[in-house]
């Protein structure tokens, strides 16, 4: 399984890839630190991705416009959107953006397993 997670906080990016790694093993998990860099490693093979991990808040591309981007590439890909902001406001977005889970930060470690258990 490759997933690939998109943040801009250095420290839940690894903090996430641990996560990932403690319920699938197997997972490959490739870090990106902002959108235009996720979507453009996603962009390079996305038929090798299985999952992406998106954040909704980052810089340079919010997480919305890389998910409707990444749907748009490969709609297989499941997509967990992630945002620190617990509003209907961000499950709006996610839905129209394409996104299959939406993450409140700090979520349940049980909701990562089920994303990676499809």
């Given at each position: 399984m490759k997933i690939l997670v998109i943040?801009?906080?250095?420290?839940?990016r690894e903090?996430?890839?641990?996560?990932?790694?403690?319920?699938?093993?197997?997972?490959?998990?490739?870090?990106?630190?902002?959108?235009?860099?996720g979507l453009r490693i996603f962009s390079?093979?996305?038929a090798s991705f299985d999952?992406?991990?998106?954040?909704?808040?980052?810089p340079d591309m919010w997480g919305e416009e890389d998910v409707f981007k990444i749907k748009k590439i490969s709609?297989?890909?499941?997509?967990?959107?992630?945002?620190g902001e617990d509003s209907k406001e961000v499950l709006r977005v996610a839905k129209a953006a394409g996104a299959d889970e939406v993450l409140f930060k700090l979520f349940r470690n049980e909701e990562i397993k089920r994303i990676l258990s499809f």
């Amino acid at each position: 399984m490759k997933i690939l997670v998109i943040d801009d906080n250095q420290d839940f990016r690894e903090f996430l890839s641990g996560l990932i790694g403690f319920y699938r093993a197997d997972a490959d998990v490739i870090l990106a630190e902002n959108g235009v860099k996720g979507l453009r490693i996603f962009s390079n093979n996305p038929a090798s991705f299985d999952v992406v991990f998106t954040d909704r808040r980052m810089p340079d591309m919010w997480g919305e416009e890389d998910v409707f981007k990444i749907k748009k590439i490969s709609s297989q890909t499941r997509d967990g959107f992630m945002s620190g902001e617990d509003s209907k406001e961000v499950l709006r977005v996610a839905k129209a953006a394409g996104a299959d889970e939406v993450l409140f930060k700090l979520f349940r470690n049980e909701e990562i397993k089920r994303i990676l258990s499809f």
